[in-house]
């Protein structure tokens, strides 16, 4: 199993739920999150004031998956999200040793 991370564009999240949810995946959590990559935020004028936006308000989405999948997942955010602009965000992908839903007590796979 593996644990998909996907850091995005506020706005790209309705886009990208709908693409995922044709990969016939289970569930997935998603978080307001806030940060900053290679851009290092932005200024902003208000008032005649100029502001440093140090962090910029994204998007985590986490999906725990059969390896079989995560490839297509890729694919389909990279294919559906990219603009080609900085601020595109990041995926990535960790190794899941375990999981257990709480209320049968299935593991692994079945958990799922």
């Not at 005649?48 to 389909?76: C, H, R, W």
């Amino acid at each position: 199993m593996k644990k998909v991370e996907i850091i995005l564009r506020p706005g790209m999240l309705e886009v990208l739920r709908d693409a995922l949810a044709k990969l016939d995946l289970h569930g997935m959590n998603y978080t307001d999150i806030r940060g900053y990559g290679r851009q290092h935020g932005h200024t902003e004028v208000y008032r005649g004031a100029i502001y440093q936006i140090d962090f910029l308000p994204k998007v985590k989405i986490e999906i725990v998956l059969d390896d079989e999948q995560v490839e297509s997942v890729i694919n389909t955010v990279v294919s559906t999200v990219r603009t080609g602009k900085v601020g595109d965000g990041k995926i990535f992908v960790s190794e899941v040793v375990d999981a257990i839903r709480i209320r049968t007590g299935e593991r692994g796979s079945q958990a799922i």
